[in-house]
């Protein structure tokens, strides 16, 4: 299909959010345009054969679901499925020299207290469900008002009509997570396995005054207003590709290899240049929406980069693939439920106070926390026929309290640092060397990768590595003029954020993709497509 020198849209940025937003306006009779800078469509939500030889699609930047809407899923007619672990978590411990491990299920209650009970007794347990209490209640609220119009502080506060909403703003807004926390729950392997949600891919700590550890456990914890985190079927790569094909059935044109080098804004049109096989080309369109992070936007715009010290990201990530689980040193526990769920590494409450001062001062971890799991436990699609058969499987874990910051010399050096220091970690949980489990490729060499933050960005243009492009947002407005908005505004006219970078952005969830849509829908006057 040949490119037009006019649309009615040109989204840049071919990432989930950017084929969502490509959908929709698709669906609804504009002409459209979709730019990626990349060789395929996905960008974080990619899914890859990482290792040569090896026939398993890993899902290589991002893995769980939780904040997808099934409000898109039903819209676009996508064909996507995600399933539910067995088991939530797994976190090891060693108590008087002997190992074991709170096994929380998603299915079984009665497991989970009996395990709970054996680490904390039942002070802690009703403390835990008094926290889940809170969440709930948080959830409630906020998930079914993420597709709608920004509201204030002052109108959500005027909404709290129970004192469990009440207490569950006062926990989660108002003061830091870690005051919750640690005013609930007692033992510090579980106040850490809490305090996780409020950790991940940022750099942050328990008590941060700028509460940015607060919007990132409230993100974990709202997603379908039950905050389970759920397995994709066929891996990420399937969401990819079935948004590609709504946005195609819709007849919008997606276009890979295209780098776009400047956005000029003008009346009534914008002009947007791009790079395609070496050619360079130009075409206009009303309207431009960006579905990338705040330095490809500042470039492409020609505006000012300010940059905030909680917009860096902090994260490494490993995927494996292996020839078998591991066993676990805690007795009872089979390595295929450890590994459904989220396997905890050195994530107790005080080790992530250690590992946090440690980085702070420049250093790497001595003993970094982290987590995995493993997706063809409750999903093998995403491995051939001949993997499946012999029980391969694959493995993810992502790494905390790594900052850009310390990746920006020796970078080699420290990532590989950082992967023996994960191996360290998972080792004293295993009753065998996890290296004996770890596939060969066809060049007979360890099916393993590490990312760090610098790879995220050179990779996946995540900025400063940070998988939520920018800080996280709150999920209500902080400046009157965000109020009744969808919180896609750039300051120019008709040109839109519809990338994770945007208001109630982050993660793989679609929002700002359907918001940056609808939010056109509202200034033409018409009404939200139904796909074909």
Known sequence: ???????????????????????????????????ESG???????????????????????????????????KELGLRFSTRRRKIASCTPYTRDGV??????????????????????????????????????????MVWPTVLEPLRSREDW?????????????????????????????????????????GKIGIFTHAHDETLIQNRCFIMHVIGNGTGEWLVPVGGMGTLVDELASSARRGGAQLVTGASVEAISTGNPHHSIVFNHNGQRMEVSATRVLVSAGPQVFSRLLG????????????????????????????????????FAGTLHIDESYSQMEASFRQA?????????????????????????DDLRKQDYQTLTLFGLDVPYRLFETEKEEKKSAMLQGYLRGLNRLL????????????????????????????????????IFHSTLSWFFADEPAQVGTYG????????????????????????????????????LGIDMPAAR
């Open 431 to 466: 009753d065998e060397p996890i290296e004996d489990c770890i596939a060969l490729d066809s060049e007979g060499k360890q099916c393993i990768e590490i990312k760090c933050p610098q790879d995220l960005e050179n990779d996946v243009a995540l900025d400063r590595g940070n």
């Open 1 to 35: 299909m040949a490119i037009k020198t006019h649309y009615d849209a040109v989204v840049v940025g071919g990432g989930h959010n950017g084929l969502v937003s490509a959908s929709y306006l698709a669906h609804a009779g504009l002409r459209v345009l979709l730019l």
């Open 157 to 197: 506060k005027a909404l709290l009509g129970t004192p469990t909403e009440r207490d569950a703003w006062e926990a989660f807004v108002e003061r830091p997570v870690g005051e919750t926390i640690e005013q609930l729950i007692q033992h510090d392997v579980l106040r850490g396995m809490v305090f996780t949600d």
């Open 488 to 523: 896609v505004d750039t300051g120019f006219d008709r040109v839109y954020r519809c990338g994770s970078s945007a208001l109630r952005g982050g993660a793989v969830s679609g929002i700002p993709g359907r918001n940056a849509a609808h939010q056109i829908f509202n200034e």
């Open 303 to 338: 505006t000012t980069l300010a940059n905030s010290p909680t917009d860096e990201g902090s994260v490494c990530k490993v995927n494996m693939l292996l020839r078998r689980l591991p066993r676990l040193k805690a007795a009872g526990i089979d390595p295929r439920d450890a």
């Open 360 to 384: 702070s001062s420049g250093s790497l971890p001595h003993v970094p926390p982290a987590e995995v799991y493993c997706h063809t436990l409750t999903d093998d699609s995403i491995l051939g």
């Open 99 to 140: 190992a074991g491990a709170l096994l929380l299920s998603n299915v079984d209650a009665d497991a989970s207290y009996t395990s709970f009970h054996a680490l904390t007794g039942d002070a802690d347990w009703r403390g835990y469900h008094r926290l889940l209490e809170l969440e709930q209640a948080l959830a409630s």
């Open 39 to 73: 060789h395929e469509l996905g960008g974080a939500t990619v899914s890859q054969k990482v290792f040569p030889g090896m026939d398993a699609r890993l899902s290589r930047y991002s893995y769980l679901v939780s904040l997808l809407s099934p409000t898109i899923i």
